[in-house]
């Protein structure tokens, strides 16, 4: 519970350390453990609390535990209650005194008060002690039968508790299909809810190993238990309504008038004053509507205004975490929330972790018609008392003026920025300038004026410094002065800090030397003598590096270091659209506010239940380096950091099929996009197929198995299946590919993928292989059911020849 | 799904430390302190209310200088986490009447009762304090409101105002009155807090509303109550902009952008009548909350000026103006303006015969800061500061000062016009009167005028 005694912390008065008073507390707990005085009962209260307020602050009181328990033996219900908080932080660090506690509990459970059986056996349940295990059974077995619904409520937690203490003596006992009745069948909601929360937990761990765990865990989001809860939904408490929402957002209905029925069902869900329960129903609405685009597209508006309404009403934090929900919206459909900007704006008194959301979102709503509002708004905060975010204002500008069309006005005030003598606006504006230069070198006429006038000694922010000295150099035949600036910066090599400024300086001298050549030589040479003795590793190199060069030949080394440049047209997205696509399936999470989606910083045990898509997801993170579609990717990203647009089309032209087949799928929901194709005489499969991970786990999720069986391996295939990798390689030649795999020997997971051949048609495939059994089970899921056998025969005779040279 | 839960002073002593799953390890509390103490080393920046340490993640709400914290493994919905601490918060309140770090080491074992109840394994189980009632038997141990700075929003009524019973909002849920009567009685506040954005000319660049209607019931018997608003209420605009003032100025009636509501309200004949059926639980909650946009006449109008004043020196008017009816007074009022970082010292001329004025230059920050008690409806009050500067300015002075902000209180006044026309209380007894309290406020959220 607490942290451990903190002896040495500071010490405020009601915050003693001592170990005397604990051996004091001792001493009278002991006097009054036989007393049978009146007023007992107060004394003892008063020592409890003392007790517990010692447990508050850390300091370590188990040793008074054998004591507590023989002062517990009380009718006084409040007596009892601090008792059972006392034992249940102890009992797991004494497992011998705990057994002291379960006598006077399970009397308690039998207890003619239902409020002290349902307290006793929150406590049993409580102690964590794993050889007292069998004592919960009995009375847990009865405590779902009580007929009262807080024992029934308190039970059924009880019944998570003791899986978690030991998984298969509540297996054993049958508990969780005792649950699942009463999930269906009881009166008291919250008993259901908890059934839920407590099913979810086990199944979702279960499943692992468990067949049928499985099934049940799937069972959870049938058609009849979604229904069930659904038409009970307004009955729930508000935090069950959360958990029972989130279930529906795994459920897929099977054709649209379903769709419809569930959203009319919660529409007034939305405007529910507590927002988890308004964000818990716009993830339902979001979800089920992907495949229809003009719903989808209805959603955002219905969902624009309540999600508003709860920025405005609630506390800052909540507002945070609404806000960081809208900005993902915000991000995914600009256009729609572009007339509400003015909802953005950042009022004075907010905390800086919301005005840096909204201004984010400032950025992302901004079109041709909202611009010049939005940018004076801007403008209006790079003068702010608060300097990050006056700094955060400026960048936004910036951001903006890289993604219009027309930049006219923006420029202008982007150069204002810079003669307003502040030298974090002019830190910052200096290098919006040069990104903005990057991008439309036709301004540079304009700019160059402007930036000509700053004196760099007013500039000292490394990243700003660097900017100007980018700018001195690239337009050095416009800027009269820039020779004379760059020598002097030179010449105050050594007071130069940063080595980035410094890798600048050589750059822009070299440059800056084949333009005007007469008037730079001598700052070049200095600059090249003080690079070359310089302590930072790349100075030295580049310095070196230019010297060799200009040595070798002028023209070679201008061409190298000065050639001519195409404008960027696109700077580099920092998320790749996958990772926004599976944040935006973990809608309603912390994802959400951390922009990661949930495997990069949960740990495996802790994903929530019933997500199966983290399942694959660490799998294929664990395997990266092994896994070709992964690396692919990475290379293309890198890529994109340096071309063009139209370079981009290019190369992802190839890759266009597979793009636009994603797309289909989103829409499509599992449906086979070809209907009814006939099969054709022979499967031939796309040798480049790729799918992404989040899509494979949508489909995975969607579609129905089509094909289960077991196969038998030949020795030499078990021979040969000392690592995973040696099958990838193997299946890969087949053109089945794999996205995830994992395990150790003798057992091995694998998530295969395949695409038929011209067609967008994809199988899935679950494999697990047990080596020493030598046997395969094989699951396989297809868009196309037709080809399915086809499929199977195909990944059977590919599985058959692996091992054989 | 929460693993801990814990509450933390100030200067980051445990109050209360509650862990339900033995997820997460001991220290966290600790961890969790540090890290907001010391989340950017030039400590302008205030840590995000959720953030994540080696796979810990930690939510947290501040409550009356208290750090409500909780922290789970999992990746749970970070508005329900924020929500419950909320809420856990506001239960609290319930029970002790006063909620501050003096009634909550008083009275932790009442809290811890309730947090045994309200989470189990981590696991929601009710935040009703009328359910919560049956399960806790500590009684609270009352300290002391009369010497307490009053809290939250309805506290306000607890100054000036003669005819509000000052100590029932800060009444336990459970406590009972001298004499074991209980009081029958009823506060309905509706509470607006307005954002308003004036441009340097004195145009209205944003104004919003965002106003709740709150209630907190001493009632026994649960009897229903009808709430009936405005009948020419609206809500929602369809279509276009809905900052497009042209289109309902003029019309009268009021029209939310808005609204949602407790889930205790029931809304069957409020298309109808706008009226709003609901069986008040215990405790303080929110009956609706609502959003407009609609245009309305601002409270204040603010004037400011400065000016250069030879070397060194600057000249700051500010001028006050409201624009409410004289029978309405605005107290706390407090006015707020940056002036250039290099100011050195600041001497102010209030207007003569000016009662109940402060004035003040924070020099830390580089602030003037001026303080009225009280504004009458109608009247105006100016400020005049000179300003004494370090070094010479080469910017445009304007750009380094501003903008004016503003805070104050104006009890019994609204400017949605949204209305409680009538509080019914449905009971069969014709004796049965209980006091019913309906209250107005309308306070400052952002009232800024650039300039």
């Known amino acids: 519970m607490a942290p451990p005694a903190q002896s040495q912390r500071s010490q405020s008065p009601s915050q003693p350390s001592g170990k005397s008073e604990v051996s004091d507390l001792k001493l009278q707990l002991r006097q009054l453990a036989g007393s049978r005085a009146p007023g007992v009962d107060d004394s003892k209260r008063e020592l409890f609390k003392k007790v517990i307020s010692y447990m508050t602050i850390g300091i370590d009181v188990s040793s008074l535990f054998g004591e507590m328990v023989m002062c517990s033996a009380t009718s006084d219900i409040v007596l009892k209650k601090m008792c059972y908080l006392y034992v249940g932080n102890y009992a797991k660090v004494n497992p011998d005194l705990a057994l002291l506690t379960i006598n006077f509990l399970q009397r308690d459970c039998h207890d003619q008060d239902p409020m002290i059986r349902g307290l006793a056996l929150r406590s049993l349940c409580s102690l964590r002690v794993a050889n007292l295990v069998e004592y919960l059974v009995g009375p847990l077995g009865s405590g779902l039968k009580d007929s009262n619904s807080y024992v029934r409520m308190v039970a059924v937690i009880g019944v998570l508790k003791l899986y978690h203490i030991s998984a298969s003596t509540c297996v054993d006992a049958d508990f969780p299909s005792t649950l699942k009745h009463l999930m269906l069948n009881d009166s008291d909601t919250q008993v259901v809810a908890n059934c839920l929360s407590a099913l979810q937990e086990i199944w979702s761990a279960e499943a692992s190993t468990s067949e049928e765990a499985s099934r049940e865990r799937e069972a959870l989001i049938s058609k009849l238990v979604i229904y069930y809860l659904l038409n009970r939904i307004k009955e729930f408490s508000e935090w069950a309504q959360c958990l029972v929402l989130e279930l529906v957002t795994k459920y897929v209905p099977s054709e649209s008038s379903e769709i419809f029925d569930i959203m009319n069902l919660l529409e007034d869900r939305l405007q529910h004053a507590n927002g988890a329960v308004v964000l818990a129903t716009v993830k339902v609405f979001l979800q089920l509507t992907l495949s229809m685009t003009d719903v989808h597209q209805q959603v955002y508006e219905r969902i624009k205004a309540p999600l508003l309404t709860l920025v405005s009403s609630g506390s800052p934090e909540q507002s945070y975490a609404v806000l960081s929900h809208l900005h993902l919206l915000v991000m995914r459909a600009p256009y729609v929330f572009s007339s509400d900007y003015k909802h953005f704006y950042c009022q004075y008194n907010e905390p800086s972790y919301v005005k840096r959301l909204k201004l984010e979102m400032l950025t992302a709503v901004a079109n041709e018609s909202n611009t010049y509002e939005i940018v004076t708004e801007l403008c209006e905060y790079a003068a702010n008392v608060d300097i990050p975010i006056a700094r955060e204002s400026i960048r936004a500008v910036g951001k903006i003026a890289l993604q219009q069309y027309d930049v006219n006005a923006i420029v202008d005030r982007l150069l204002q920025f810079l003669e307003m003598e502040k030298d974090y606006v002019t830190a910052e504006a200096l290098v919006l300038v040069k990104d903005l230069l990057r991008k439309y070198p036709q301004w540079s006429h304009d700019c160059i004026a402007v930036v000509g006038n700053i004196s760099s000694k007013n500039v000292q922010e490394p990243k700003a410094k660097a900017a100007l000295i980018w700018m001195l150099g690239e337009y050095s035949q416009d800027m009269q002065d820039a020779p004379y600036i760059l020598e002097s910066l030179v010449e105050n090599w050594d007071e130069e800090h940063s080595a980035e400024v410094r890798l600048h300086l050589l750059t822009a001298v070299m440059k800056c030397f084949f333009k005007r050549p007469p008037e730079t030589q001598s700052a070049l040479g200095a600059a090249l003598a003080a690079g070359v003795a310089d302590f930072h590793q790349d100075v030295h190199d580049r310095a070196l590096f230019y010297y060799r060069i200009l040595r070798y030949n002028v023209s070679v080394a201008e061409r190298v270091v000065n050639p001519p440049k195409q404008a960027v047209s696109v700077f580099a997205d920092t998320q790749s659209s996958e990772i926004k696509d599976r944040i935006f399936d973990e809608f309603n999470s912390l994802s959400v506010l951390y922009q990661k989606p949930s495997y990069m910083f949960t740990d495996k045990e802790h994903r929530g239940p019933l997500e199966f898509a983290d399942e694959i997801g660490n799998l294929s993170i664990g395997e990266a380096t092994d896994n070709v579609v992964s690396s692919q990717r990475v290379e293309e990203n890198d890529k994109d950091l340096l071309l063009t647009t139209a370079e981009k089309e290019e190369t992802r032209a190839g890759h266009s099929q597979q793009a636009s087949f994603g797309i289909d799928d989103l829409l499509g929901l599992g449906m086979p996009a070809v209907p009814n194709v006939p099969s054709p005489p022979q499967l031939k499969l796309n040798t480049k197929a790729a799918l992404d991970p989040s899509t494979f786990q949508q489909k995975w999720r969607q579609l129905p198995i089509a094909l289960s069986q077991e196969l038998l391996l030949s020795p030499q295939a078990v021979a040969a299946l000392t690592a995973p990798q040696a099958l990838l390689r193997h299946m890969q030649s087949h053109s089945i590919h794999c996205i995830a795999s994992g395990g150790q020997s003798p057992n091995f997971k694998f998530f295969f993928f395949a695409q038929k051949y011209e067609e967008s048609s994809n199988y899935l495939v679950e494999c697990i292989i047990n080596t020493s059994s030598g046997k395969a089970q094989v699951k396989i899921k297809a868009e196309d059911q037709s080809t399915s056998q086809a499929f199977s025969t195909l990944f059977e005779s590919a599985l058959s020849k692996f091992g054989t040279p | 799904m929460i693993s801990q839960f814990f509450v933390l002073s100030q200067r980051g002593d445990n109050i209360v430390f509650r862990d339900y799953r033995s997820e997460v390890a001991k220290g966290s509390a600790e961890i969790f302190f540090r890290k907001v103490k010391f989340w950017k080393e030039d400590g302008q920046e205030e840590a995000p209310p959720v953030f994540n340490v080696d796979g810990v993640n930690y939510f947290h709400v501040k409550v009356v200088g208290?750090?409500?914290?909780?922290?789970?493994?999992?990746?749970?919905?970070?508005?329900?986490?924020?929500?419950?601490?909320?809420?856990?918060?506001?239960?609290?309140?319930?029970?002790?009447?006063?909620?501050?770090?003096?009634?909550?080491?008083?009275?932790?074992?009442?809290?811890?009762?309730?947090?045994?109840?309200?989470?189990?394994?981590?696991?929601?189980?009710?935040?009703?304090?009328?359910?919560?009632?049956?399960?806790?038997?500590?009684?609270?141990?009352?300290?002391?409101?009369?010497?307490?700075?009053?809290?939250?929003?309805?506290?306000?009524?607890?100054?000036?105002?003669?005819?509000?019973?000052?100590?029932?909002?800060?009444?336990?849920?459970?406590?009972?009155?001298?004499?074991?009567?209980?009081?029958?009685?009823?506060?309905?506040?509706?509470?607006?807090?307005?954002?308003?954005?004036?441009?340097?000319?004195?145009y209205i660049l944003t104004s919003e509303v965002d106003g709740t209607i709150q209630m907190k019931s001493y009632l026994s018997g649960n009897p229903e109550i009808r709430l009936a608003l405005n009948e020419d209420l609206s809500i929602g605009r369809g279509g276009g902009s809905i900052y497009d003032y042209r289109s309902s100025s003029g019309s009268g009636a009021v029209i939310l952008d808005d609204c949602n509501f407790h889930e205790s309200v029931r809304l069957d004949s409020f298309d109808m009548d706008r009226t709003l059926a609901l069986v008040p639980p215990d405790g303080e909650f929110p009956v609706m909350n609502y959003r407009m946009t609609q245009e309305f006449k601002p409270p204040f109008r603010?004037?400011?000026?400065?000016?250069?004043?030879?070397?060194?020196?600057?000249?700051?008017?500010?001028?006050?103006?409201?624009?409410?009816?004289?029978?309405?007074?605005?107290?706390?009022?407090?006015?707020?303006?940056?002036?250039?970082?290099?100011?050195?010292?600041?001497?102010?001329?209030?207007?003569?015969?000016?009662?109940?004025?402060?004035?003040?230059?924070?020099?830390?920050?580089?602030?003037?800061?001026?303080?009225?008690?009280?504004?009458?409806?109608?009247?105006?009050?100016?400020?005049?500061?000179?300003?004494?500067?370090?070094?010479e300015s080469h910017a445009n002075i304007t750009k380094e000062a501003g903008p004016v902000s503003m805070t104050f209180t104006i009890p019994m006044y609204n400017v949605s016009r949204l209305q409680v026309k009538y509080l019914q209380i449905a009971k069969k007894s014709s004796s049965y009167n209980p006091y019913r309290w309906v209250r107005y406020v309308t306070q400052a959220n952002s009232y800024v005028a650039r300039i």
């Not at chain 2, 999992?74 to 002790?96: F, G, H, M, T």
């Open chain 2, 66 to 202: 208290l750090l409500f914290v909780a922290t789970t493994r999992v990746n749970v919905s970070p508005s329900l986490v924020l929500e419950l601490l909320q809420r856990i918060a506001r239960v609290i309140k319930d029970y002790l009447g006063v909620l501050n770090e003096d009634s909550l080491r008083k009275n932790f074992v009442l809290v811890y009762e309730l947090l045994d109840e309200v989470i189990d394994f981590g696991y929601v189980q009710t935040t009703s304090t009328e359910v919560l009632k049956s399960y806790v038997f500590n009684e609270p141990i009352v300290i002391d409101a009369a010497r307490l700075q009053p809290l939250g929003p309805a506290a306000i009524f607890m100054q000036g105002t003669k005819r509000m019973p000052g100590t029932a909002v800060t009444k336990s849920v459970v406590a009972n009155e001298p004499g074991g009567r209980k009081r029958e009685e009823i506060f309905v506040d509706i509470i607006e807090k307005i954002s308003v954005t004036f441009s340097s000319s004195g």
């Open chain 2, 302 to 391: 603010i004037n400011c000026l400065i000016e250069e004043a030879g070397q060194l020196k600057a000249e700051v008017i500010i001028k006050v103006r409201a624009e409410f009816p004289s029978n309405i007074t605005a107290n706390t009022v407090v006015v707020q303006m940056p002036v250039p970082k290099y100011t050195a010292r600041a001497s102010f001329e209030l207007e003569p015969g000016a009662v109940g004025q402060r004035t003040d230059f924070k020099e830390s920050n580089k602030k003037l800061e001026w303080g009225l008690k009280k504004i009458v409806g109608g009247s105006e009050h100016t400020l005049r500061a000179k300003l004494t500067f370090s070094q």
